[in-house]
């Protein structure tokens, strides 16, 4: 399995940015697929965005699209996911997670999941 440490995740006033980071180690970074997903405060965890081990092919989910941009740097073994024009409904804990296809959804993401990292959005 791959290890992934998420970070970046705090506070933030609506309209306003956050940059979340995914470092990666354990197993051939170039070679998986990655993906990001949230979970709201009693709600259940939902996918958010995905980017091939390449970079070449992106997805995004409805309530983010135009507002978020998913990039991987494999020089680095890190993902990350660029949130602009942030709404409350943004908030939540960040996930980031894994597969060897393309997409990384919630049915093919590796079965482990880290810690995460808090996104809160509220004046």
């Known amino acids: 399995q791959v290890h992934l440490v998420e970070s970046g995740g705090g506070l933030v006033q609506p309209g306003g940015s956050l940059r979340l980071s995914c470092a990666a180690s354990?197993?051939?970074?170039?070679?998986?697929?990655m993906g990001w997903f949230r979970q709201a405060p009693g709600k259940e965890r939902e996918f958010v965005s995905t980017i091939s081990w390449g970079g070449g092919r992106t997805d995004y989910a409805d309530s983010v699209q135009g507002r978020f941009t998913i990039a991987r740097d494999n020089a680095q073994n890190t993902v990350y996911l660029q949130m602009n024009s942030l709404k409350p409904e943004d908030t939540g804990v960040y996930y980031c997670n894994a597969a060897r296809t393309y997409p990384v959804t919630l049915a093919t993401a590796f079965d482990s999941w880290g810690q995460g990292t808090q996104v809160t959005v509220s004046s």
């Open positions: 354990g197993r051939t970074f170039s070679s998986i697929s």
